[in-house]
């Protein structure tokens, strides 16, 4: 049996690999890859570790909003009903070349996980320049995807799937997580690190969800772009109640007495 189900997914990652064109090719060389960056945190002893993969949705005056997974770098507190950023300073990088160059990254929005709204939203100013990838709508069943992301901190790669279910009506919920009305991929290769990539559908060129996690290892769970078009909306308007800059409720690194 297992010399089978190897077989079978052999044949499955030939058939999207064949099923890729020279212009999707160029798309991805030229403009997802680069757009994609992945996600640091400074611990408390001053080194960088991976977080997760984040993708450039917007230029404005002073640089780009690069949206990741809310799991990456909020936390929910569950008595309050709010959610807040970590306490600890991200960056990203394109991860491009030996020396490679770490941005700053704030915060500027989070979503309540416990609802379902697993985005958070970053602002990061610079001159260097990133490709954007706009918002689409939300995917149909057997949709073509490409993903580009960076699995167990290996460095970006690329994977091409397909949408398996455009929405999951179980009441999946795992840890602060609300899986609701999620995406369900056939997206071979993800892994951790991967949360907060983007799933673009290849017939618009846009992106239609962001993986989160996966179920038995085997469906890749991703958020609609829908909500996350939702919440900006709501942040921009002052109406998210669930968020907050700053909560003295979320501590991350505690200081000790010598």
């Not at 936390?75 to 770490?102: A, M, Q, R």
């Not at 379902?116 to 100013?125: E, S």
Request: charged fraction near 20%; proline fraction near 4%; hydrophobic fraction near 40%.
């Amino acid at each position: 049996m297992k010399t089978v189900a190897c077989s079978l997914l052999i044949l499955l990652a030939a058939i999207v690999a064949q099923a890729q064109t020279p212009a999707e090719a160029e798309y991805v060389n030229s403009t997802l890859y680069p757009s994609t960056a992945l996600l640091y945190a400074q611990e408390e002893g001053g080194g960088m570790k991976m977080r997760c993969t984040a993708t450039a949705i917007e230029k404005n005056a002073t640089g780009y909003i690069f949206v990741t997974a809310a799991h990456c770098a909020c936390e929910d507190n569950d008595e309050k009903l709010i959610t807040s950023p970590l306490k600890t300073f991200f960056f990203i990088t394109g991860d491009e070349g030996v020396s490679k160059d770490f941005l700053r990254a704030t915060v500027t929005g989070c979503g309540y996980q416990h609802r379902g709204d697993d985005f958070a939203l970053f602002q990061v100013d610079t001159k260097a320049v990133f490709p954007i990838i706009p918002l689409g709508t939300d995917p149909k069943i057997l949709d073509r995807i490409v993903n580009v992301a960076s699995p167990l901190g290996l460095g970006k790669q690329v994977f091409f799937g397909t949408v398996s279910s455009p929405t999951l009506d179980r009441p999946v919920i795992q840890d602060d997580i609300n899986w609701t009305k999620a995406v369900l991929l056939q997206l071979f290769g993800v892994n951790g690190g991967s949360s907060g990539s983007s799933a673009v559908c290849l017939d618009q060129r846009a992106i239609c969800a962001f993986v989160v996690g996966n179920i038995g290892e085997t469906n890749i769970v991703a958020m609609p772009v829908s909500r996350l078009i939702e919440l900006r909306k709501a942040l921009n308007a002052k109406s998210y109640k669930w968020y907050r800059e700053e909560s003295d409720d979320i501590p991350q690194f505690h200081a000790k007495k010598k």
